[in-house]
């Protein structure tokens, strides 16, 4: 069994900046691809991006590349979505999800991009 928990999400003004962390329960981070989704009131969630199991390949929806980054510390068992000059279309619940023998999904954190 694996549990992800989201942190990081809140309210921020257009142009800012946030850090979402997706800390995972066993030692799964380096193993796995770990990927980051979310999904905007009447909207299908949607993939934002992932990173390898290697971290050589990263992946990026065309909405949020080159302005967030994704990244993970191994010794944390943590991944990371660095979102910097956010959008009021960037406003959703974002997911943390992998697939271990099973997909696995965190409870998700709010971002709200508002002024």
């Known amino acids: 069994q694996v549990q992800l928990v989201e942190s990081g999400g809140g309210l921020v003004q257009p142009g800012g900046s946030l850090r979402l962390s997706c800390a995972a329960s066993?030692?799964?981070?380096?193993?796995?691809?770990m990927d980051w989704y979310r999904q905007a009131p009447g909207k299908e969630r949607e993939l934002v991006a992932f990173?390898?199991?290697?971290?050589?390949?990263?992946y990026y929806a065309d909405s949020v590349k080159g302005r967030f980054t994704i990244s993970r510390d191994n010794t944390k068992n943590t991944v990371y979505l660095q979102m910097n000059s956010l959008k009021s279309e960037d406003t959703a619940v974002y997911y943390c999800?992998?697939?271990?023998?099973?997909?696995?999904w965190g409870q998700g954190t709010q971002v709200t991009v508002s002024s």
């Open positions: 999800k992998t697939h271990y023998n099973r997909d696995y």
């Open positions: 066993a030692s799964i981070v380096r193993i796995v691809r």
């Open positions: 990173i390898t199991a290697g971290g050589n390949t990263n």
